[in-house]
């Protein structure tokens, strides 16, 4: 647990500066790790089954499909801002 | 004080949210609602009202937040960035002195440093990614689930209008989240289907939800502060976007006049 809490610590720090590619190279350099937060992220997604997510911007999102996405590991930039906050949720579970 | 809330594209949910809370937040609430909030109208108001605090909700890139109709209010002109919404400055002439809550997308990347440190406001609260939420599961029901990103983000306008400083307000804000996240993740919300999800975008939130400039800016001397209820569930106010057809009538009555 605790080689996880570090490998989502530099996810984190790459996910802030902008270097998505990378956080998820780095995420899935542990397959363990990338499949239970995958995992995770497609299950709060199905928690609102057709439902939709949306911004300020009137930009919407199908929960559906973007739990699809992830299960065929297609990343769309709104995942990222569910990766940084499923790794909060992540330590607040493992306490990592 | 002041609150600009368009109702259209997508903003209709915090702004009918904020309607109903503005006036026990503060009972002098000029509120410009709907078609009302236009960048003339606020701009209006501003002038002849000087009023120490703004919030405002609409669309936002780094370089603009807008109102009605996406139309910008506050620009930096910075055409590389935007050549639309950002084609000239606006309005920054107006925010010197004044402390804003400007709650759009992203404006906290770049307009809100730079309105603290070249066009002197106070304190800007703001965001410097997306803000997001759910949409209502019937189109137009906010309900608890609905609501809750946004009631733990007006708690900056609650603290700020009891007389309370920035830096207290941005604290209020940040643990207003926490225990947002905590009635989902372990009390009473938890048992609520959309939990899960929800809890997720709180968290997002609260990451994205930051204060710019002076932390001891303040808008009103100290007053306990008064009792803010939402009466939940609570139906969207929107705006009735513009029909294509009524768009296209001159053209249809043109063409007939060959």
């Not at chain 2, 406001?121 to 965001?127: I, M, N, P, S």
């Not at chain 2, 809890?199 to 204060?211: H, M």
């Not at chain 2, 008064?226 to 609570?234: A, F, K």
Request: overall charge neutral.
């Amino acid at each position: 647990m605790q080689s996880w809490g570090r490998l989502l610590n530099e996810v984190e720090v790459l996910i802030r500066a902008g270097r998505y590619r990378d956080a998820l190279n780095k995420l899935r350099s542990d397959p363990n790790l990338y499949n239970y937060v995958v995992a995770s992220m497609i299950q709060a997604l199905q928690s609102y089954p057709g439902g939709q997510i949306a911004d300020l911007n009137g930009n919407i999102w199908s929960t559906t499909q973007l739990a699809n996405d992830l299960r065929v590991g297609r990343w769309r930039p709104v995942h990222f801002n569910f990766l940084l906050a499923e790794i909060g949720i992540i330590r607040r579970q493992l306490g990592v | 004080m002041l609150f600009l809330l368009p109702n259209k594209k997508g903003v209709e949910i915090p702004s009918t949210i904020m309607k109903h809370i503005a006036p026990a937040i503060d009972p002098e609430a000029v509120i410009l609602f709907g078609d009302e909030a236009t960048p003339e109208n606020a701009r209006k108001a501003i002038l002849e009202l000087n009023p120490n605090y703004i919030f405002t909700t609409g669309h936002g890139i780094p370089c603009a937040t807008t109102l009605q109709d996406n139309r910008p209010f506050i620009a930096l002109g910075l055409p590389e960035m935007n050549d639309k919404v950002c084609a000239n400055s606006l309005n920054l002439d107006l925010v010197k002195g004044k402390v804003l809550h400007i709650h759009s997308c992203w404006c906290g990347r770049l307009l809100a440093p730079v309105l603290v440190q070249k066009y002197g406001a106070w304190a800007v609260f703001a965001h410097d990614d997306e803000f997001l939420f759910l949409l209502p599961e019937d189109g137009r029901t906010i309900d608890i689930v609905v609501a809750a990103p946004f009631l733990a983000e007006f708690t900056v306008d609650q603290v700020m209008l009891s007389g309370g400083t920035a830096g207290e307000a941005q604290k209020a804000r940040i643990e207003a989240f926490e225990r947002w996240i905590k009635y989902f993740y372990e009390g009473e919300g938890a048992k609520l289907k959309a939990a899960p999800l929800i809890l997720r975008i709180l968290v997002a939130d609260k990451e994205i939800s930051k204060l710019y400039g002076d932390p001891t800016a303040t808008v009103t001397r100290p007053r306990p502060a008064r009792e803010v209820r939402l009466s939940l569930p609570l139906e969207v106010e929107k705006g009735a976007e513009t029909s294509p057809f009524i768009l296209a009538i001159p053209l249809i009555f043109l063409m007939s006049k060959g």
